[in-house]
């Protein structure tokens, strides 16, 4: 049984129309990479799967359940959540608030939770009290994925989430990607990396104008010689 199931989605922006019967799967434990050019509609996805923008047809399933056109506090109770590209963290609260926000539907004592974040993340514990407008961009990010995981979702959505990072902070982003991977969660990425998110996945979508074109494990994207052409440069 596939962990998200998106069946034959269409989506847009008012009349405007985006995305055109899309279909595609993430299973449990799998990184599944979306990859395109600018404008193929993969942005747009990952806020249509969240509930942040109604599908105008088609159906979208979680852990076998329809969740077509549910709210996001109702998806992230259901084990799900999402950090967008931009206006992903609170600048004016501190790092511990940020990550407090992000259990706010929760009804337990989430100490606990809390403090496995900081062990995952030891960069946030240490700054902690530091308002998070003052931090690096990667800390930034690092702020970002440790609230979205303070809930312990199944399936995490992540919108470029290397976008505007030095290389060597990209380095340290995949690394997370990976080890937040490795506790169980499914990622499923838009990246403008994608030679690097392809190498994480276990299989990726390759769009174009608001349509899935190609698919296929992600190692086999990587050596493919079109995707190569046209999404990575031509290199190895």
């Not at 799998?30 to 509609?41: D, H, K, S």
Request: include cysteine.
């Amino acid at each position: 049984m596939a962990l998200l199931d998106v069946r034959c989605v269409s989506s847009g922006y008012g009349e405007m129309t985006i995305l055109r019967d899309i279909s595609l799967r993430v299973d449990p434990g799998e990184v599944v990479t979306l990859i395109g050019p600018n404008g193929a509609g993969k942005s747009t996805l990952l806020k249509t799967i969240f509930g942040l923008l109604r599908p105008t047809g088609g159906q979208i399933l979680f852990e076998d359940t329809d969740i077509t056109g549910l709210n996001p506090p109702a998806l992230v109770r259901r084990g799900m959540s999402y950090v967008p590209q931009v206006d992903n963290v609170f600048p004016s609260l501190t790092v511990q608030e940020n990550l407090e926000m992000g259990a706010f539907v929760r009804h337990d004592s989430f100490v606990e939770r809390l403090e496995e974040i900081y062990a995952f993340f030891p960069a946030l514990g240490l700054k902690r009290k530091q308002r998070v407008g003052g931090l690096s961009g990667g800390e930034r990010q690092m702020v970002a994925m440790g609230r979205a995981l303070m809930l312990d979702p199944r399936l995490l959505l992540l919108d470029e989430p290397s976008a505007g990072l030095s290389p060597r902070l990209v380095r340290i982003v995949f690394e997370k990607m990976a080890e937040i991977n490795q506790t169980g969660v499914a990622l499923l990425i838009v990246e403008q990396n994608a030679r690097e998110a392809l190498r994480l996945s276990h299989r990726g979508y390759v769009m174009a104008s608001g349509e899935v074109r190609l698919e296929g494990e992600g190692s086999q994207l990587v050596q493919d010689e079109e995707v190569r052409r046209l999404y990575l440069g031509g290199r190895r």
